[in-house]
């Protein structure tokens, strides 16, 4: 199909091991946004690229966490030393441009173990 | 702070049984109000855009308004199909074009 695609779909990692989590875009969308979603919240904002830079990095909790773009397409978001408290679903959109809908990915579920 | 609050936090309704879901936002200036719906293990997806006080958007069974402070999602008639959460996200006009998201509605229609 040609919504937003994400892989893997679950990670287990063991606690302190890094990883990388890919998102491939709609076709065309140049924003691209990060959310991370835990069980009864809504999704909270990590990061958005406009194009390959990093427009808004604001919602990153720490400097484990670190995303690129660097063809202005496909966005990997990487965890170093991942934790227990770094459980959760990630979520990836895209958008045709930033004020208008942003589609979602299916997410990746991360556990930390 | 830029702010998003949805009630009721659950609902559950009789099919047919007509209602709605409320968005209250604050923000210093409002781009655009987004609605979504999420079923369970799967990611949101999109239903609505509202950008100014007074515009209204309508799908099947759903119709969703804004005012300057809050938003309604109103289910007319509805079925068990519809059960899943509904998501309102904002995009104030301050900062970078992130979606500041609420909560969510948990809604269950029984048959």
């Known amino acids: 199909g040609a919504g937003v695609s994400q892989t893997p779909s679950n990670k287990v990692t063991e606690k302190g091991k890094y990883v990388e989590l890919r998102c491939d875009p709609i076709s065309g969308h140049t924003a691209l946004y990060w959310y991370r979603q835990s069980l009864g919240q809504g999704p909270e904002f990590l990061i958005y690229?406009?194009?390959?830079?990093?427009?808004?990095d604001s919602g990153l909790p720490n400097d484990r966490f670190f995303a690129v773009r660097p063809e202005g397409s496909v966005s990997t978001l990487k965890i170093q030393r991942t934790e227990r408290g770094d459980s959760a679903v990630y979520l990836c959109?895209?958008?045709?441009?930033?004020?208008?809908?942003?589609?979602f990915g299916q997410g990746t579920r991360l556990t930390v173990v | 702070e830029d702010q998003v609050t949805q009630s009721p936090e659950a609902l559950r309704l009789q099919e047919g049984e007509s209602s709605s879901l409320n968005c209250s936002y604050t923000?210093?200036?409002?781009?655009?109000l987004f609605w979504y719906r999420q079923d369970p293990g799967k990611g949101p997806e999109f239903l609505f855009t509202l950008y100014s006080a007074g515009e209204e958007k309508e799908k099947e069974r759903l119709k969703a308004t804004l005012t300057k402070k809050e938003s309604f999602l109103h289910i007319t008639a509805p079925k068990p199909e519809d059960s899943a959460t509904y998501l309102c996200a904002v995009q104030p006009t301050s900062g970078t074009y992130k979606y500041i998201f609420g909560t969510g509605t948990r809604l269950k229609v029984l048959a």
């Open positions: 959109a895209s958008s045709t441009s930033p004020n208008t809908e942003a589609f």
């Open positions: 923000v210093s200036g409002l781009r655009g």
């Open positions: 690229f406009q194009g390959t830079g990093a427009a808004d």
